[in-house]
């Protein structure tokens, strides 16, 4: 039998995948299982129209077994299977090679092709040296063996087999000095592999395990009985098969979903909030998130990696997948499964940008209300969650202008001089005097001496509220949303802007006590100008303020900035 030739675009992705993307060779299984699980589903849909199929759902299994001796693993089904045919479409080449034009133009970036997008059957030559697939499709009398060391190519024979389904034989390859693929052949390893990324594939995937246990006792006992041991083994299913996160919030205890974080995200403690969202629109997925109740010890160093775990109908494609969330809720943690995301690499590359994009904003959205539920009915727990990440809403805030900041303004919390106690600006908003025409905010280091300010007691003093920033992004995310919702006296929308009681004008002062500080100014001017000349290029002007109520004299900045933030800005490195 003449060996046929791979095709060209194949025998590239091939030879790139086994010779320069080995970062994570262990998804092979996950790819092989997929594909089994795939193929037992065509078989499944099939008996539901076809009596002669003669299965029903609990006869389908996908086996795993495992010849350590001679180092061989062997993945069967009794899926639909493939015919002579099918071999040769389905193995010989590859639909599509979106991933290779994909890889080679971005060559110099170390991007992980196989766990953005699974490359399919293929990745098996990452960790075997020959592959041997065996195969007889529902419906057809013969079996053919397919079977390739790699990028030659493969040959095609016919073979026995009695019932349909596809076995995949792996001939593991051998140890060598920089790579290790023992655990492709050992019984642990493979069943870590298999809860890590096929947990929740539907059907049993099983694994004959071997146990040990004590030999029964003899009867009667003799004197001198040491209990004897002996090996046995066992069919195991090794895959849980159904997603809490699949399941109604009802059916699952808080206790379960408090574990299942703490397990699948490292937590010693609960989280704060459990997110469970369903489909929406036209993105379809299952969701569980979870906000945490504190920060990471890495959450503000360049290791942390925000994303959430993407499964495509139950099977693990990502680990951290950051396009699922926006940056400003870079803390949310948690599980998309879609079943619109295939592990197709043709798809997958189409796909990628739609879907995850729909899913992603359906996700914004609802953690979003989720955290204004949490602020409008447990605002203790609000406040907790706050100081741990209020700061990435803030960024959020302000690192889009308009957008995010519409979207999150709801959500921020500042200190307020007159209540002594963190508000939202819709609070504070409420609160407004009719005459008031600002929202005023005093910026720097230390509440307390921003409270002592001349002009913060001639804000407080006129019966206004006062919020202190004491945040470096706090001012920034102010000014970039500009103003506030507010209704006007006829109640009426309208916007009410923030102010800076150190820069410009107030708005505290009535006509008259602004023109009397004119003149005043104007009386006093050789005076002022001695001053201003002994201050040499420290001032830019002096005059009579209507600031001061108690305090002899105040320095008041006159750019967009003030002069605390000066300050903050002054210390940035760069
Ligand atoms: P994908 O699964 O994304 O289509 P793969 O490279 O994993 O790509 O597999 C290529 C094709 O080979 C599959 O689409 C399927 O038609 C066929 N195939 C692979 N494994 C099996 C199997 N165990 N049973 C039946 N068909 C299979
Ligand atoms: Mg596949």
Redesign the pocket.
């Known amino acids: 039998m003449a060996m046929q030739q791979f095709q060209a675009e194949s025998k590239k992705l091939m030879d790139l995948m086994i010779n320069s993307i080995y970062t994570n060779k262990e998804i092979f299984l996950r790819?092989l299982i997929s594909?089994?699980s795939?193929?037992i589903d065509k078989l499944y849909f099939k008996s539901l129209t076809d009596s002669s199929v003669g299965m029903n759902k609990e006869d389908f299994r996908i086996l795993l077994t495992l010849d350590k001796d001679n180092r061989i693993l062997t993945i069967s089904?009794n899926?639909?299977?493939?015919t002579r045919a099918?071999l040769e479409e389905?193995?010989g080449t590859i639909a599509h090679s979106g991933s290779l034009d994909f890889k080679q133009e971005n060559k110099d970036e170390n991007i992980d092709i196989i766990g953005q997008f699974g490359v399919?059957?293929?990745s098996a030559f990452m960790v075997a040296d020959k592959v041997t697939v065996i195969?007889r499709a529902f419906g057809s009398d013969e079996a053919w063996q397919w079977e390739s060391s790699g990028v030659e190519g493969y040959e095609l024979t016919p073979a026995e087999k009695e019932t349909p389904g596809?076995e995949?034989i792996l001939h593991i390859k051998s140890n060598t000095e920089t790579e290790q693929y023992d655990n492709f052949v050992s019984e642990y390893g493979i069943v870590a592999i298999v809860k890590k990324y096929s947990d929740y594939v539907r059907y049993p995937i099983q694994m004959e395990r071997t146990k040990s246990r004590r030999k029964p006792e003899p009867d009667p006992k003799p004197e001198d009985y040491t209990p004897e041991w002996e090996e046995y083994t066992e069919l195991e299913t090794l895959n849980s098969m159904i997603p809490i996160w699949k399941k109604q919030k009802s059916e699952v205890t808080d206790e379960e979903y408090n574990n299942f974080y703490k397990d699948k995200f490292s937590d010693y403690t609960d989280p704060a909030r459990v997110i469970v969202s369903r489909t929406e629109g036209t993105a379809n997925y299952n969701a569980l998130l979870f906000i945490p109740s504190h920060r990471p010890y890495d959450f503000y160093t360049k290791e942390y990696e925000k994303g959430l775990a993407l499964y495509a109908s139950g099977v693990l494609i990502m680990d951290k997948c950051a396009d699922l969330l926006p940056d400003y809720f870079s803390f949310v943690k948690g599980i998309v499964d879609s079943q619109d995301l295939?592990?197709?690499i043709s798809r997958e590359m189409l796909q990628k940008d739609s879907q995850l994009k729909l899913i992603h904003n359906a996700l914004e959205k609802k953690i979003k209300n989720e955290l204004n539920a949490m602020l409008v009915n447990d605002r203790a727990k609000y406040e907790e969650f706050w100081k741990e990440f209020g700061r990435q809403i803030k960024f959020g805030v302000y690192s889009d202008y308009g957008m995010h900041a519409e979207l999150l303004r709801g959500l921020l919390l500042f200190y307020s001089a007159k209540e002594q106690k963190m508000v939202t600006l819709e609070e504070y908003v409420e609160k407004m005097p009719a005459d008031q025409k600002y929202i005023y905010f005093a910026a720097g280091e230390s509440a307390d001496r921003l409270a002592k300010l001349p002009a913060a007691e001639l804000v407080l003093d006129k019966g206004y509220d006062l919020l202190l920033l004491t945040e470096d992004v706090d001012e920034f995310c102010l000014q970039i949303m500009r103003s506030f919702p507010r209704k006007d006296a006829e109640g009426k929308d309208g916007t009410v802007e923030f102010k800076n009681i150190n820069s410009g004008d107030l708005g505290l002062e009535s006509e008259e006590e602004k023109k009397a500080a004119e003149d005043a100014t104007a009386e006093n001017k050789a005076l002022f100008d001695q001053m201003k000349d002994a201050l040499a290029d420290k001032v830019k002007e002096v005059r009579v303020s209507t600031r001061l109520k108690d305090h002899p004299v105040c320095l008041s900045a006159d750019g967009p900035l003030s002069i605390e933030m000066e300050k903050v800005l002054a210390r940035q490195p760069g």
């Open positions: 790819e594909n089994a795939d193929a089904d899926g639909i299977g493939m099918e389905n193995l399919g059957f293929y195969s596809t995949i295939s592990l197709n």
